[in-house]
């Protein structure tokens, strides 16, 4: 039999050894997806924190629950390491390593490289290797396949390779890694095939494309087309504001159109590790080839521009009462990008927390998600716990400002008892008594 036909074989019968490369918000749970259909996983990560933790059978995710890791471990079909040489094990490897931007804003594709390297080092024949990191078209062609191929091993001879995206929606209890279809391209036909085979059994729908290219396109556009419509609601809630409308009631009137209009929500500014920073992967590769991606760019300037319009509105608020932002007690609700989870990267909070700082803010922060300040790449952060939002506390405070809607806060109670209420996404839309202290911004 050939490579392919054995480890297709392996694959069709479930014997096939995976290996998950960065063992983090994305990595976990298609471990989980591949572990409910019958899989055994080897988890990689260079963390030997979280491998411990792991090891204890802990999550380190709030979302993620510790009975996952327990039951894995329990059934033996987990087994976390650090040891990258025993990536030789894994008859597919599935990267799931960070993809950042670096201080120029240019793609960071290190972790990339670097895992290339470990998987290089001990590639045999016979093996699988996906990349499911966010990237830039060209990605898994250009910079990963020239490093597996260091081994001396043929690309779609000996090896195989293909790119799925990961489309994981953290917190989000409707849609699980595995009840989300899943793009597959693939660098050669039997490289598709098999990863198609791979992810159907874990996925809901597989959905293959002609190329590593197309797929790795799919992602981009779709993370672009968020940046690009949230930022036309931003601009947009700039806009209504200034004619005394109030966005959040056009978008609830425009979202009753049963076709042609998807609702998306202004904020405070861009948040995540996904939205703030894949548009601009396109960016680059347009600059590479002497073009230029303008919505992109437009996109970036107004959300960017956000936590600055904020500030201001905070600013207007308090002068109103007399009072300036050097010296104010504010507390930032919510230090999270997103909605009831405690991932903190590219929050807007952060950049709100600068830009009060910098004014002479008394600052504090109340997040039930992130109970420690975490430590920030760009930003400078003092050592801060999360504030109880007691009565007394809320009272003390001269504005709370609500820069993320956890379901945690209790917004009547965060109305009665704060003197100055500045909400950024509309989260005390309900509150009945004590509206005129709340300003939307
Ligand atoms: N989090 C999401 O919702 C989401 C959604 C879709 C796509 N993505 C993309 O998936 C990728 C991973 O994101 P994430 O949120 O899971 O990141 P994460 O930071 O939560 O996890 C990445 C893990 O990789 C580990 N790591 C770094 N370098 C490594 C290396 N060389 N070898 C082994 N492990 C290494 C880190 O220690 C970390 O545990 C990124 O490209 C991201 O853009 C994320």
Redesign the pocket.
């Known amino acids: 039999m050939s490579t392919y036909e054995t480890l297709l074989a392996k694959i069709e019968n479930k014997t096939a050894k995976l290996g998950v490369?960065?063992?983090?918000?994305?990595?976990l749970p298609l471990i989980r997806a591949f572990a409910n259909v019958g899989f055994s996983t080897i988890g990689?990560?260079?963390?030997q924190k979280?491998i411990d933790r792991l090891l204890k059978g802990e999550s380190y995710?709030a979302h993620i629950p510790t009975e996952w890791i327990k039951e894995w471990l329990a059934s033996r079909t987990f087994a976390p390491t650090t040891d990258?040489l025993r990536l030789n094990e894994a008859d597919a490897i599935l990267i799931?390593?960070?993809?950042p931007l670096n201080d120029s804003r240019d793609p960071d594709v290190s972790?990339i490289e670097?895992?290339g390297r470990?998987i290089a080092a001990v590639l045999r024949p016979g093996q699988l290797v996906v990349l499911?990191?966010?990237?830039y078209p060209g990605t898994t062609r250009d910079v990963l396949l020239p490093i597996l191929e260091k081994s001396g091993l043929r690309a779609g001879v000996d090896f195989f390779v293909a790119y799925s995206?990961?489309?994981?929606?953290?917190g989000n209890p409707n849609y699980t890694a595995s009840g989300i279809p899943k793009v597959v391209g693939g660098m050669d036909a039997n490289s598709l095939e098999l990863a198609h085979k791979l992810y159907s059994f874990a996925v809901v729908k597989t959905v293959p494309v002609s190329s590593c290219e197309v797929a790795e396109a799919t992602?981009i556009l779709e993370n672009t087309y968020r940046a690009v419509n949230i930022a036309l609601v931003n601009e947009l809630k700039i806009l209504f504001d200034k004619m005394g409308l109030d966005v959040w009631e056009v978008i609830d009137a425009a979202k009753t159109k049963p076709f042609g209009y998807q609702a998306f929500y202004p904020g405070p500014g861009l948040g995540?590790?996904?939205i703030p920073?894949?548009p601009f992967y396109l960016s680059w590769l347009a600059r590479k080839v002497g073009l230029t991606t303008r919505f992109i760019e437009v996109a970036g300037e107004i959300n960017t521009h956000m936590p600055h319009y904020v500030v201001e509105k905070i600013g207007d608020a308090l002068n109103d009462l007399g009072k300036p932002i050097r010296g104010s007690k504010i507390c930032i609700l919510g230090m999270a990008y997103k909605r009831d989870v405690d991932?903190p990267?590219e929050s807007p909070s952060f950049e709100l927390y600068e830009l009060l700082s910098t004014r002479g803010a008394v600052l504090s922060y109340s997040d039930p998600h992130i109970p420690v300040m975490p430590r920030m790449r760009h930003h400078e952060v003092p050592d801060l716990r999360s504030q109880e939002l007691t009565p007394t506390f809320l009272a003390s405070q001269d504005v709370l400002l609500i820069a993320m809607d956890h379901t945690a806060f209790d917004y009547a109670a965060i109305v009665k008892h704060g003197k100055l209420v500045v909400d950024t996404r509309n989260a005390t839309k309900n509150v009945k008594e004590g509206r005129e202290k709340i300003k939307k911004a």
């Open positions: 490369v960065g063992l983090g918000y994305v990595g990689y990560d260079v963390d979280k995710i990258m799931c390593v960070p993809t972790y670097s895992t470990y499911e990191s966010t990237t995206p990961e489309r994981e929606d953290p992602k995540g590790h996904c920073i894949d991932d990267r």
